[in-house]
């Protein structure tokens, strides 16, 4: 009888979970004659996430089918509704709208996740995001509408809602995004919104000087220590009372793991993201494994989290597709460790800021930066390639990416 291990979600810790377990398998000779890998997600493509704050857009999405082809991972498109651990099932719905229930006998939850979208007054009406593939294009779009329209301080002012990792890099490539669309002769106005007391709360004083200097140089502002309380048509007002006349409100204030870790009984933290052990198993759930963006997991033993990045979620996956395998052949599993931490922050034209350490220590800034994260967004974050042996090698857990 054949078993099964379901992997949910095809974004970097689901392809990688996926190539993972089906290393493990291959490791084990005869031991994986009878099992099936099945991953579940709406269509056999990696959207490249990290990079949506970029255009073109086409370059954000990478085919996956052809990979799953070449190591003997089964595809199905279509979106998980429900899971019952209880059951050891999974009902799904394809793209047709047929829905069918999926057994498993291993799962790994890899769904990631989505930006958080408060109760803020207009926002789902006015407000625009680079959360997801459809989020980008529709922000390129409304830019290029705009640029039909006359010159005004609204047309040429963006508004970007949080200051973390996300809204630095989307604040820095809006003033010459806008200038290539809109003219070169416009004078962009981008202003971030953030509602802690320093730009990038979460990167800490490390970089701040360097991210702060590479906006300034620029033209871009910020407004700290207050919040969005509505959104229309014509801009924001904000918890300090100012009015900022916008045509552009990008959001990007917080993420939320996928709804999914909802219907498995176990702990969550504020994120919503399951608190799993140090092999990405869900602690008094048996069979289940989450990991990249749905996942709490300890990198270290210093008391250290991964973070809701590509980072993480690489490096997770390869872990939990190993450790999926290994649970259901009855072999040794390898603990999920990824101690060495490492931020390059996109700074636009300007350049980008490098650091290691949870310290965040800068090592490089500007156009060396700005060469390293080129390199990490164009080649290191793409599916593997190659032949069999190529793409399985890539899936190592132990792999070492950042030394």
Not at 75 to 90: K, P, S
Not at 121 to 127: I, M, Q, T
Not at 192 to 202: F, H, N, Y
Request: net charge negative; charged share 20%.
């Amino acid at each position: 009888m054949t078993q099964r291990i379901l992997v949910v979600g095809a974004g970097f810790a689901g392809m990688w979970s996926a190539l993972s377990a089906a290393r493990a398998l291959d490791m084990a000779a005869h031991a994986n004659d009878g099992v099936e890998i099945l991953l579940v997600a709406p269509e056999p493509t990696l959207h490249v996430r990290p990079r949506l704050y970029e255009v073109p857009q086409e370059a954000m999405k990478a085919p996956l089918q052809s990979v799953f082809d070449t190591v003997g991972v089964r595809f199905l498109a279509a979106r998980a509704e429900q899971i019952r651990t209880d059951a050891q099932e999974v009902d799904v719905v394809d793209v047709a709208g047929a829905r069918q229930t999926l057994a498993y006998d291993r799962l790994v939850l890899a769904a990631g996740s989505q930006l958080f979208r408060p109760p803020v007054p207009g926002l789902h009406a006015h407000a625009l995001s680079v959360d997801q593939y459809e989020d980008a294009v529709a922000l390129d779009a409304h830019l290029r509408k705009l640029a039909l329209q006359p010159s005004s301080l609204a047309r040429n002012t963006i508004v970007v809602v949080g200051g973390g990792f996300t809204g630095i890099e989307t604040a820095a490539e809006m003033p010459a995004r806008l200038r290539e669309i809109m003219g070169g002769d416009i004078e962009p106005r981008v202003i971030v919104v953030e509602r802690a007391d320093a730009i990038g709360p979460d990167l800490g004083p490390g970089p701040r000087p360097v991210i702060e200097k590479a906006l300034k140089s620029q033209g871009v502002s910020w407004r700290l220590g207050v919040e969005v309380e509505s959104i229309d048509a014509e801009g924001i007002t904000t918890s300090g009372g100012e009015r900022i006349e916008a045509a552009t409100v990008i959001w990007t204030a917080g993420m939320r793991a996928t709804a999914l870790t909802q219907q498995i009984p176990a702990e969550r933290d504020a994120a919503g993201r399951i608190l799993v052990d140090r092999n990405l198993q869900v602690p008094g759930v048996p069979n289940v494994f989450v990991t990249g963006d749905a996942a709490r997991a300890a990198t270290d033993d210093e008391g250290n989290v991964a973070m809701m990045s590509c980072q993480h979620a690489m490096a997770l996956g390869r872990s939990a597709g190993h450790n999926v395998a290994a649970d259901l052949l009855g072999l040794p599993k390898i603990a999920y460790s990824q101690p060495k931490y490492v931020t390059c922050l996109d700074l636009g034209p300007w350049g980008a800021v490098y650091t290691e350490g949870w310290s965040r220590e800068v090592k490089m800034e500007g156009a060396e930066a700005k060469a390293l994260k080129h390199q990490i967004n164009t080649e290191w974050i793409y599916p593997p390639t190659g032949d069999r042996a190529e793409i399985l090698r890539s899936a190592d857990p132990g792999r070492i990416v950042v030394a």
